[in-house]
């Protein structure tokens, strides 16, 4: 069924306010648009959503983009309504699956991308390219389209479970996430990404230790004071933790 809707605006004048009600949105200006809106609804199949709800739900998302839209903005409404629309069905899933297994990692550099495309957009009035994106965070272009396909990812199994077939497109492939440039004391992301994976591996303990040691820089002997362990413990710990991690890495 295709959707339709009217808007209106409200006006004021004084004391008084004048509801002015522009022409309805018609069946043609949604039926212009449905290949968009199937196009992103069909990203989201991973979701075990069926494909009709996604698409109903995406022309809500069509709908307030047309009403919305602003062209004096110079944002192009298909970029415009490929935001809304998205938005809308990823709203939808999250109310529907309220479990969603995001890396921490990559959780973190999507807010980071996307603190930075809104910062962006107010400043220079568009949006920024893969390429200004991938230059700010040193990443490929390529990396930064798998970064950001996270983003629609709906169900995100834990990294650590790489054996794993994903059947889904739209899905990050880890391998092709890497850093654009080499940049002096700072590990590749690539580097990081597997470590992280590595890291995720490791027991509870372990992980709390390489914390505690090597992330806020803490002796053995504070380490075994937060954990309620000895410091011969953590020590222990530690050189297991590593051994592991090196096995592990060394194994890529």
Do not use: C
């Not at 307030?64 to 298909?78: C, D, I, Q, S, T």
């Amino acid at each position: 069924m295709i959707l339709s809707a009217t808007r209106g605006n409200i006006i004021g004048n004084n004391n008084m306010a004048i509801v002015s009600k522009p022409p309805k949105i018609t069946d043609d200006q949604i039926t212009k648009y449905q290949p968009l809106v199937k196009s992103i609804a069909r990203k989201f199949t991973n979701s075990g959503e069926p494909f009709e709800d996604l698409e109903q739900v995406g022309y809500i998302g069509l709908i307030n983009a047309l009403n919305l839209y602003n062209p004096e903005r110079g944002v192009k409404f298909e970029t415009y309504a490929t935001w809304l629309i998205s938005g809308e069905i990823r709203h939808y899933i999250r109310d529907k699956h309220q479990t969603i297994k995001i890396p921490n990692w990559m959780l973190k550099l999507n807010k980071q991308i996307e603190k930075y495309i809104i910062s962006y957009r107010k400043e220079n009035k568009r949006f920024p390219t893969i390429s200004e994106v991938s230059e700010k965070f040193n990443l490929t272009e390529e990396g930064v389209k798998e970064i950001l396909k996270a983003r629609d990812a709906v169900q995100i199994i834990s990294i650590d479970q790489k054996n794993r077939e994903y059947d889904s497109y739209h899905y990050p492939r880890l391998d092709k996430i890497k850093s654009k440039d080499y940049q002096s004391f700072k590990l590749p992301i690539e580097d990081i990404i597997s470590l992280k994976i590595a890291m995720s591996k490791l027991k509870n303990l372990q992980k709390k230790v390489i914390y505690y040691i090597f992330e806020k820089d803490l002796t053995q002997f504070k380490t075994a004071h937060k954990l309620g362990i000895s410091q011969r413990q953590v020590s222990r710990i530690k050189n297991k933790a590593l051994k592991s991690l090196k096995k592990e890495l060394e194994n890529k």
